[in-house]
């Protein structure tokens, strides 16, 4: 059955809050495009989420907010940067900043990175969800990856209404492409991606160029170098049958070996997904050596063997 699709009554909404309290997915408009919403402090949500974008790798979310109080409890704002909140928020704009201490939004919705992207949107139903939610919320587009960003309800129950729970109808999006992103998290405030919010309108309010990190060909550094994700100190082994000596184990299925955890002894992807950073972490802060079982190539373990693979090489 594919989800409902809800007029954003208040009764809605405070029905598709409570599906992402249960951990649910919510598809949510926005000015830019629908997204696909779940609790941005919820692993296990953020996992599912991720299965059912069919994502082949852990791109960072962006986190939704209603407002600077939550935006503030979420990241650290420089003045520049809450310069920039203050003149384009809330609107078509996403900005990367530094993790404030207080921060909810979980290791896996920002692929590890000590960063998180956050968006304060204008469309008042969005706006209505996170306030009734009482968080943040994450939302990529709510597409399976590789295919066209939705901007009606209709496009997400026909590509997507077997994986969400409920669609909140806000009728067409007003801008039709995803937001722009500005990280100010390194030197000079950085373009990570053209939008909906043209740059010239930044820049011009700036009074600098942003620097196009991504978008320059004849840039010295690589995209997959921009993104810094957590990296483990202990030296990873992947593949692995078994633990040798001095090694922990991280499991995978129904074998369990000395000291270690298991990331799902039932061999579930989408558990193992939730876990991964966290068990990651855990065994990092005790151990040197961490040997990790074989995950299948399949579903979302093709996400966590690219992230594994990254932390082994790092
Ligand atoms: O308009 C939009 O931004 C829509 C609506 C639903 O809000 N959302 C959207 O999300 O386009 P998504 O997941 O399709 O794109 C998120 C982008 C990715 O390219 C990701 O790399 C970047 O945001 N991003 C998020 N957090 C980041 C971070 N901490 N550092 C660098 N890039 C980040
Ligand atoms: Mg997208």
Not at 249 to 265: E, R
Request: charged share 20%; proline share 9%; net charge negative.
């Amino acid at each position: 059955m594919p989800a409902p699709i809800a007029k954003p009554i208040p009764e809605n909404i405070k029905a598709a809050a409570n599906v992402l309290r249960a951990g649910g997915m919510v598809a949510m408009p926005t000015e830019t495009v629908y997204g696909l919403a779940c609790d941005a402090s919820n692993p296990a949500a953020v996992a599912r989420l991720f299965n059912a974008k069919g994502r082949p790798a852990f791109n960072p979310l962006i986190a939704h907010i209603n407002g600077p109080d939550m935006g503030m409890k979420e990241a650290k704002f420089s003045d520049i940067a809450g310069e920039t909140a203050n003149q384009f928020w809330p609107g078509p704009l996403t900005l990367v900043l530094p993790l404030a201490f207080t921060h909810s939004v979980c290791d896996l919705a920002r692929s590890g990175l000590g960063t998180v992207g956050l968006r304060y949107p204008s469309h008042q139903v969005a706006i209505d969800l996170i306030t009734a939610f009482g968080g943040p919320l994450v939302a990529p587009s709510a597409n399976p990856s590789g295919k066209m960003s939705p901007t009606r309800a209709r496009h997400i129950r026909e590509e997507m209404g077997d994986k969400v729970d409920l669609i909140l109808d806000g009728g067409a999006c007003e801008h039709g492409v995803e937001s722009t992103i500005i990280s100010f998290t390194g030197k000079d405030p950085a373009l990570l991606r053209a939008g909906a919010l043209a740059a010239e309108d930044i820049e011009e309010f700036l009074g600098e160029t942003l620097t196009r990190p991504r978008l320059d060909p004849n840039a010295p550094t690589s995209p997959g170098q921009m993104l810094r994700h957590y990296a483990p100190n202990a030296a990873l082994r992947l593949n692995a049958y078994r633990p040798e000596e001095g090694e922990a184990w991280l499991g995978f299925g129904p074998k369990m070996y000395g000291t270690g955890l298991n990331l799902s002894p039932s061999g579930d992807l989408v558990e193992a997904a939730a876990r991964l950073f966290a068990a990651l972490r855990a065994l990092d802060d005790r151990y040197d050596k961490i040997a990790v079982a074989p995950i299948p190539m399949e579903g979302l373990g093709e996400a966590i063997n690219d992230r594994l693979e990254r932390a082994a090489n790092s």
